[in-house]
């Protein structure tokens, strides 16, 4: 089983700039990372990816701010946004699929307002 915890939100200002991490107790087992946003009232929506080759997929709105790495020597993916906008509060989740399954951390809240 594959155990992830996210931690790094906050509230930050518009034009702000925060890292997101991602702890996943066996990263070299997993095929892919993401992470993923859930605003209120919307749908859970794919932020970015990284694949075990290191690979990366962006959402458009994501494209140009945020970065997605890994450091697999800290067991960590990491999510750094840069030029934050209002319409990037949401709850953000870090996601693993391994084989079939598909596993998701707690979620971290961010919050851009001024």
């Known amino acids: 089983q594959v155990q992830l915890v996210e931690s790094g939100g906050g509230l930050v200002q518009p034009g702000g700039s925060l890292r997101l991490s991602c702890a996943i107790s066996?990263?070299?087992?997993?095929?892919?990372n993401g992470w993923y946003r859930q605003a209120p009232g919307k749908q859970r929506e794919l932020v970015a990816t990284?694949?075990?080759?290191?690979?990366?997929t962006y959402a458009d709105s994501a494209k140009e701010r945020f970065t997605i790495s890994r450091d697999r020597a800290k067991k960590t993916v990491y999510l750094q946004m840069n030029n934050l906008k209002p319409e990037d509060t949401a709850v953000y989740y870090c996601?693993?699929?391994?084989?079939?399954?598909?596993?998701w951390g707690q979620g971290t809240q961010v919050t851009v307002s001024s």
């Open positions: 996601n693993a699929l391994y084989g079939s399954a598909t596993y």
């Open positions: 066996t990263i070299n087992i997993v095929s892919i």
């Open positions: 990284i694949t075990y080759g290191g690979s990366t």
